[in-house]
């Protein structure tokens, strides 16, 4: 068994040295003399598929096969009289291996889009493994395999991940509502992804046996901002504690009067952090960091007064959001044309009325826009 056009092959049979080829053909290149009663053994993880004139003609399963024509029925179909007790058969076997590969790596090369209800538009990575086996040794060769002499899974794993991402795409848009809810739902997404799936593979001979979501996450920035909402919804929830707090105190200053200076001072003692704590998000709403010292100044200011720093204006591009120097006249971002905007308006999703371009909430139902 070499690599030479012309072969006599008498023992045909392939170990998998590599461990990650689906598919090995014999000889890898050109066609060999298959000569009358040559041995083919094809072990328990294997197929194999004799190719004639460049058409499967023969699967042959697990076992030892001698190949004549009282044993393959097909053979005289194909051969003519043997010359010099040699076949004039001039055809190549492929084995398949038909044993599960595991640990292939799928995920995105760059972020796609999903459309949030809690956060907007944010753009996810997502990684994770299959495994997969070749079912149809036929249907895998003629359709992804074709005259190659050597398969493996390197070659068939990026094309198959741009499969499970396209699929994972329009499955995270129909069944997760906020990546806030993904904890706990990766088994869940993993399980109908599978589903939804094995149909595209069954196309090619493939079975897809396991698909496991590794990881989903959103850029930095929404990161960040789901950290900043879970320290938020810590100090409501300490809040509301002082409150509950204060009032109990309260309470218990007027079933004993004579300790109710003593309970008035502890209940403005535990209301006072809340009150205070208010006053500081009051202000830290109104105020900025100015980019060239860092000081907080007024949000509204236009020059910081510590290093007389010019603060930006933003504008906002009203079909995407997006901030945009102030001079722009094209939004960066969906390609909007900001010099029209004046004569655009803003069509309200609730109730379809319309507003002006620069409108942040509905002037007929009240509703943000």
Same mark, same amino acid.
């Given at each position: 068994m070499g690599t030479n056009n012309l072969i006599f092959l008498e023992v045909i049979e392939w170990f998998d040295d590599r461990g990650n080829e689906l598919v090995h053909r014999i000889p890898e290149a050109g066609s060999g003399e298959i000569k009358l009663g040559a041995q083919l053994t094809v072990r328990e993880s294997q197929a194999a598929v004799l190719f004639y004139q460049g058409k499967a003609y023969d699967a042959f399963g $697990? %076992?030892?096969? =001698?190949?004549? =024509?009282? &044993? /393959? $029925? /097909?053979? =005289? !179909?194909v051969l003519s009289t043997p010359w010099a007790m040699k076949s004039p058969l001039r055809a190549e076997v492929y084995f398949t291996n038909m044993k599960v590969f595991t640990n292939l790596k799928w995920g995105t090369r760059d972020p796609v889009a999903f459309r949030d209800d809690e956060l907007g538009l944010v753009r996810l990575r997502a990684f994770g493994i299959f495994d997969i086996q070749v079912v149809q040794p036929v249907l895998f060769i003629n359709s992804i395999v074709g005259t190659q002499g050597i398969y493996t899974t390197d070659e068939i794993e990026e094309y198959l991940s741009r499969v499970i991402v396209s699929r994972f795409n329009d499955y995270l848009g129909e069944h997760l509502d906020s990546i806030l809810n993904l904890p706990g739902r990766y088994d869940e997404l993993a399980e109908g992804l599978t589903r939804r799936l094995r149909e595209d593979f069954s196309h090619y001979g493939l079975s897809l046996k396991n698909l496991y979501i590794n990881s989903i996450t959103p850029p930095p920035d929404v990161q960040k901002a789901i950290d900043d909402m879970g320290r938020l919804s810590v100090l409501k929830d300490l809040d509301s504690l002082l409150k509950m707090k204060a009032a109990m105190a309260?309470? !218990?200053? @007027?079933? &004993?009067? @004579?300790?109710? @200076?003593?309970?008035?001072?502890? %209940?403005? %003692?535990?209301m006072m952090p809340s009150f205070f704590g208010g006053m500081l998000a009051q202000k830290q709403t109104i105020t900025q960091a100015c980019p060239e010292c860092g000081n907080q100044i007024p949000g509204d200011a236009k020059f910081c007064p510590y290093c007389g720093h010019q603060i930006v204006v933003f504008q906002q591009c009203p079909n995407c959001g997006k901030n945009l120097p102030p001079h722009a006249r094209f939004c960066i971002r969906c390609g909007f044309n900001l010099s029209d905007r004046a004569t655009q308006k803003k069509i309200c999703p609730h109730c379809s009325a319309e507003n002006l371009p620069e409108a942040v909430f509905c002037n007929n139902c009240g509703q943000r826009l």
């Open positions: $697990p %076992g030892r096969h =001698t190949l004549v =024509t009282a &044993n /393959i $029925p /097909i053979l =005289t !179909k309260m309470e !218990k200053a @007027s079933e &004993n009067p @004579s300790d109710a @200076s003593n309970a008035m001072a502890m %209940g403005l %003692g535990f």
